[in-house]
């Protein structure tokens, strides 16, 4: 067995349910993890050991995904029966439209907040390995995380939301 496989069998669920999560959408995440499988065998020379190689895999899964749904042309969204009301980001994520308006909002905020808010809520990454992945402290990300959660909430808010 190569190193590279070793790689893949040991984080392949991972990367699924990281992408799984980002699109709710089971034939799309396998799609997307074997595309980010592919890309890493690609560019394993790259990865640095600066994080960790679930971090790299999973930052590889997300701007994958992204990409993908950038180059898509039509969105198709659900009709919502009750309006969210005054409801956490977090739980707007759970419907597809308020999901949208969050990764429309979430697409025009600058870094380092969009890639912070995207690896902990989507990434389900701890603050200690978000810090990790930008060489920061740990106080760096939760005020980050903090700042950039306070500006999609604005920015949703100035939205009609």
Known sequence: MTEFE???????REVYAFVLN??????L??????ETFFKALKSMDQFKGHCKMNVWLC???KNTYFTYHSKQKRYTA????????DTVIETLIERKEEAFRVHKVL????EPYK???TLRIFGELSFKEISGLFEKTES??????YRAKQKIQDMLKEDGG
């Open 59 to 61: 930052q590889i899964a």
């Open 107 to 110: 697409h025009s905020l600058h």
């Open 29 to 34: 995440a396998e799609e997307m993890t074997q």
């Open 140 to 145: 760096w990300a939760r005020v980050t995380f």
């Open 78 to 85: 659900e009709e919502i029966a009750d309006p969210p009301g």
């Open 22 to 27: 980002l699109s709710r959408d089971e034939k």
């Open 6 to 12: 070793k790689i893949y069998d040991q984080y392949f």
């Open 115 to 117: 890639e912070v808010f």
